[in-house]
Nanobody, 127 residues
Framework: QLQLVESGGGLVQTGDSLRLSCAAS????????TGWFRQAPGQEREFVAG????????AYADFAKGRFTISRDIGLNTAYLQMNTLQPEETARYYC????????????????????WGQGTQVTVYS
């Protein structure tokens, strides 16, 4: 099993940046794709970005393209989400997730495809 712990959220102003981290522990020797999702109150959880196990392939939601960057450090068992030019409507709880059993170069984007989830980290953007 994998345990995921997010960090790096906080209260920021419109236009600011944040870098979220997702530290994995447990069966980190297993191969897994990583994804970032977010969920605002009263809304469904939505995909933000994903990265393959190899780190070579990434995918982004349309709203994230050009502003967010997903990356990972296999040696540290940690994934990151760099978020720039944040807007108030992006206030949400941000979650990382891990999906096992996929090819090393595959990016996973669907909520139901992920096996493990962290508890999330709150991001609040004020104007």
């Amino acid at each position: 099993q994998l345990q995921l712990v997010e960090s790096g959220g906080g209260l920021v102003q419109t236009g600011d940046s944040l870098r979220l981290s997702c530290a994995a522990s447990g069966r980190t020797d297993s191969r897994y794709a990583t994804g970032w999702f977010r969920q605002a109150p009263g809304q469904e959880r939505e995909f933000v970005a994903g990265i393959s196990w190899s780190g070579e392939n990434t995918a982004y939601a349309d709203f994230a393209k050009g502003r967010f960057t997903i990356s990972r450090d296999i040696g540290l068992n940690t994934a990151y989400l760099q978020m720039n030019t944040l807007q108030p409507e992006e206030t949400a709880r941000y979650y990382c997730a891990a999906a096992q059993g996929w090819g090393a170069w595959m990016v996973v984007t669907k909520t139901a495809q992920f096996d493990y989830w962290g508890q999330g980290t709150q991001v609040t953007v004020y104007s």
